[in-house]
């Protein structure tokens, strides 16, 4: 039975750290169900039980992003259940540690898969059900900045307002194959598979929100947020912030007001800031 009146949040990767926290906030901000969601059901099911812990009610469900039939599984399981989605933040993502041993192709191939065109295979099989007014936040990172791409080219291309989504898809297969191949840092891009991953994600949301403006449901908002040096397991527990400040900024552009017009299709700071991707 669709449940017809009743809103609906979904954050990726939710079990722990800043996607956690972001839950947490909007089981007690979003009046609507949340979706605690991760790939692994006893680690999602132990963070849900936390939260029941402190009064709030959260719901669960499998959603591996790296994993095609997983996402389209979930998608299955919103249509049949909900009028459409009202929040979406993609926050699941993957880092390698500095001190990995993983050659960096294979880190490359692996970051490029989840970060990239994991987050992409959600918006394929999630966009169709955004309701109007649905607002979408897409996790980037300082690392995500256009100036960590050393290449001109490269950064003219990432930045113009003609950039579809497939040239930013074979810009990032072109990065894991140069990187194969060894010549990534000749070609101008980035040593970091995570920082190539996350320009893609801030490239995409401003292809994104070009695409919502032309769409027929109202007033669909897309913003990309850097959510600060956060101490989470992704960052080795050295970022200076709490997991709580770290979800601010997202559950701040995850609940804008209707009608915003100011926070469209931007790069943000933790501090809720607009930055200019080309120049920060």
Same mark, same amino acid.
């Given at each position: 039975m669709i449940l017809a009146n009743t809103r609906?949040?979904?954050? /990726?990767?939710?079990?722990? !750290?800043? @996607?956690? =926290?972001? +839950?947490?906030? #909007?089981? *007690?901000?979003?009046?609507?169900?949340?979706?605690? /969601?991760?790939?692994?059901? !006893?680690? @999602?099911? =132990?963070? +849900?039980?936390? #939260?029941? *812990?402190?009064?709030?009610k959260p719901k669960f469900h499998q959603l591996d992003v790296s994993d095609t039939s997983s996402v389209y599984v979930f998608a299955k399981f919103v249509a049949e259940n909900y009028a459409g989605i009202d929040v979406l933040v993609n926050n699941a993502?993957?880092?390698?540690?500095k001190a990995?041993?993983?050659?960096?192709?294979?880190?490359?191939?692996?970051?490029?898969?989840?970060?990239?065109?994991?987050l992409r295979t959600v918006c394929d099989a999630l966009f169709p059900?955004?309701?109007?007014?649905?607002r979408v936040v897409n996790l980037s990172s300082s690392a995500g900045r256009l100036s960590l791409i050393p290449g001109e080219d490269l950064r003219r291309t990432l930045s113009s307002p003609l950039l579809t989504l497939d040239q930013l898809d074979t810009l990032m297969r072109q990065f894991v194959e140069k990187a194969k191949d060894g010549v990534h840092e000749q070609s101008g891009l980035s040593s970091s598979a995570y920082s190539v991953s996350k320009v893609g994600v801030t490239a995409l949301t401003f292809i994104?929100?070009?695409?919502?403006d032309e769409d027929p449901r109202t007033d669909i908002v897309i913003n990309s947020v850097h959510p600060g040096y956060v101490d989470t397991d992704m960052t080795s527990h050295k970022g200076p912030l709490t997991i709580e400040q770290g979800a601010e900024a997202p559950v701040y552009l995850s609940l804008l007001p209707a009608g915003e017009q100011n926070v469209k299709g931007r790069y943000v700071w933790f501090d809720k800031t607009i930055k200019d991707w080309c120049e920060c």
């Open positions: 609906l949040a979904i954050v /990726t990767g939710s079990n722990k !750290g800043i @996607g956690y =926290a972001i +839950v947490k906030d #909007l089981c *007690e901000r979003f009046d609507g169900d949340v979706y605690l /969601t991760a790939r692994d059901v !006893g680690r @999602g099911e =132990a963070a +849900v039980g936390r #939260l029941n *812990e402190l009064g709030l993502a993957i880092a390698f540690k990995a041993t993983e050659p960096f192709d294979v880190q490359a191939e692996e970051t490029i898969r989840i970060n990239y065109f994991g059900l955004l309701v109007p007014g649905a994104q929100q070009r695409a919502f």
